[in-house]
Structure formats: C-alpha cells, structure tokens
C-alpha cells in the first residue's frame, strides 16, 4: 500500500504571507498517461472536506486561484499564497493511483 | 448539482449495529466512473476511510474495518449504505459519505479521487 506522508503537521503563517505544505508518497503515483493521480483537500471543522485540487495541479472550479498544486512522482507541494483568515482548515493530500487510496496525515494550518 | 445527504441514528448502544444511508441526489449512483466511499473523523483526530462502492454491489473495504462492515446499494432509491457492527465507544465520530470519480479502465477499481461529500452526520456509541 502507498503511504502519504505530510510536513509540517502544522504551520502558523500570517495574514498575506504564503503556506506551503509538502507532500511525499512511498511509491510514484505518476502513470504511464504522464498525470499524477494525487489530490488536494480542504478540511474546515463542522464542514465536510472540500476537494481543491486533482491530478496534482488542477483546481477545481470555483477553488480561489491563490491556491496551487505542484510536484510529480512522490514529491508534491500544496502553496497557498496570500493567507487568508478563511484558509484556517486542515489540508489534506490523497493519492488515487492505487487502491487502496490513502491520505496524508494532515496539516493544521493556522494564522500567526 | 450532485448532493449527498447522510441519515440515520445519532446513538448507537455498545455492541450493536451502526447503520447509516447516503442518498444521492442530482445524479445517478450508476456512474462507471463512479464510487461511493464512506469515511468517518473521530473527535480530535484526522479522517478515516472506511471503504468503497461500486453500484452493481462490488466492495473494497478498508483492513482497519474489514471484520465488521458491510456497505450495500439500492440504485431503485439512489442510495448506499454503510453497517458497521459490534461498535464501541471509539466508532464515535462523524460519519461522511462520499463520490470517488475515476477514469480507470478496469472495473470496478476503487479508486478517484473525492468531488462530492455529504455533510457528515454524527453517531454516538453509549448507552
């Protein structure tokens, strides 16, 4: 089984400033059609996850465009710039490339 | 606008059988490209998968549930279903549905990634 694994598991960034978070899988979750099979969540207490990103770099419609996915093969990157107070939430990264899918631990992102 | 709505008990006594339905609106459940997973997050602590569905009944199960769940499908009601048996105080958590999209070529697969959730639904394991 593929096992995500985030840093840090928290950060605290100022209102303005940009967050990054990281995310390494155990095995390459980059396919043979050359798209990486690794999504981005938004996790908001009291609300459901919210899905930001798929195929590594893609926002979803309506997603905010200071938020962006980048990385391939086992190495992925998650850069929220200019924080805002709304992004306090737990992120997620998932990898759908095999099953069964797995999730990083989580990164609790908060402002400074 | 596909939704998903969660329902059923908030309590559930010690030992007995969790019991929860995802019906599915704005959309059919009998999508190829499509699964229906169940997940749960227990107070404090980060999601869990608990496993996946397809619509003609297949299931994958996550190892951490596979001795006590069951999920089923009702494509007459657009609903999914999720049991869980023999629960105890740590199955407390809120409980969310889900839609996995795929392109896989393979079916079923089990995998995609999470476009659509339901709003969770909390369940209590006391008696």
């Known amino acids: 089984d593929i096992v995500m694994t985030q840093s840090p598991d928290s950060l605290a960034v100022s209102l303005g400033e940009r967050a990054t978070i990281n995310c390494k899988s155990s095995?390459?979750?980059?396919?043979?059609?050359?798209?990486?099979?690794l999504a981005w969540y938004q996790h908001k207490p009291g609300h459901p996850p919210k899905l930001l990103i798929s195929?590594?770099?893609t926002r979803e419609f309506g997603v905010p465009d200071r938020f962006s996915g980048s990385g391939s093969g086992t190495d992925f990157t998650l850069t929220i710039s200019g924080l805002q107070a709304e992004d306090v939430a737990v992120y997620y990264c998932?990898?759908?490339?095999?099953?069964?899918?797995?999730f990083g631990q989580g990164t609790e992102l908060e402002i400074k | 606008q596909l939704l998903l709505q969660e329902s059923g008990p908030g309590l559930v006594k010690p030992s007995e059988t969790l019991s929860l339905t995802c019906t599915v609106s704005?959309?059919?459940?009998?999508?190829?490209?499509?699964?229906w997973d169940w997940f749960r997050q227990p107070p404090g602590k980060g999601l869990e998968w608990i496993g996946s569905?397809?619509?003609?009944?297949?299931?994958f199960y996550s190892g951490s549930f596979k001795s006590r769940v069951t999920m089923s499908v009702d494509t007459f009601n657009n609903q999914f279903s999720l049991h869980l048996r023999s629960v105890t105080a740590a199955d407390t958590a809120v409980y969310y549905c889900?839609?996995?999209?795929?392109?896989?070529?393979?079916?079923?697969?089990?995998?995609?990634?999470?476009?659509?959730w339901g709003q969770g639904a909390l369940v209590t394991v006391s008696s």
């Open positions: 704005g959309g059919s459940i009998t999508g190829v490209n499509y699964y």
């Open positions: 569905l397809f619509y003609r009944g297949s299931a």
């Open positions: 889900a839609r996995a999209n795929s392109d896989c070529t393979e079916i079923p697969c089990f995998k995609g990634y999470f476009d659509y």
């Open positions: 195929w590594a770099f």
């Open positions: 095995q390459s979750v980059l396919h043979t059609n050359n798209r990486d099979y």
């Open positions: 998932q990898q759908y490339y095999s099953t069964p899918h797995a």
